[in-house]
Nanobody
Framework: QLQASGGGLVQAGGSLRLSCVAS????????MGWFRQAPGKEREFVAA????????SFADSVKGRFTISRDNAKNTVYLQMNSLEPEDTAVYSC????????????????????WGQGTQVTVSS
């Protein structure tokens, strides 16, 4: 129901734009989050956006470099990644908050459901 795309191989300092498209149902009343998992590491929070798109939160490691946005008319959430670093290499996945119309945002993976297939991002040095 959630499909991430847009990953690839990029040099350090480059940019990528990830997309997460919902199909089969709408998530317009759910906050959406991006998470990533590098080999041998636990899944970590990257960014989240409220259901209306008016507020966002970011992991400290990506603040100032990544932005998140959503287009509810297209059932799509975006993650714009700039100034990429080798440490950003991971599989990136999107997910929907398990609680509709949540006030605020959460970075806790267990608070998200409907995990989509991820997309690989590889940043070379």
């Amino acid at each position: 129901q959630l499909q991430a795309s847009g990953g690839g191989l990029v040099q350090a300092g480059g940019s990528l734009r990830l997309s997460c498209v919902a199909s089969g149902r709408t998530f317009n009343t759910y906050a959406m989050g991006w998470f990533r998992q590098a080999p041998g590491k636990e899944r970590e929070f990257v960014a989240a956006v409220t259901w209306a798109g008016g507020s966002a939160s970011f992991a400290d490691s990506v603040k100032g470099r990544f932005t998140i946005s959503r287009d509810n008319a297209k059932n799509t959430v975006y993650l714009q990644m700039n100034s990429l670093e080798p440490e950003d290499t991971a599989v990136y996945s999107c997910a929907a908050d398990r609680r509709p119309l949540r006030v605020g945002l959460t970075s806790v993976p267990s608070e998200y459901d409907y995990w989509g297939q991820g997309t690989q991002v590889t940043v070379s040095s």
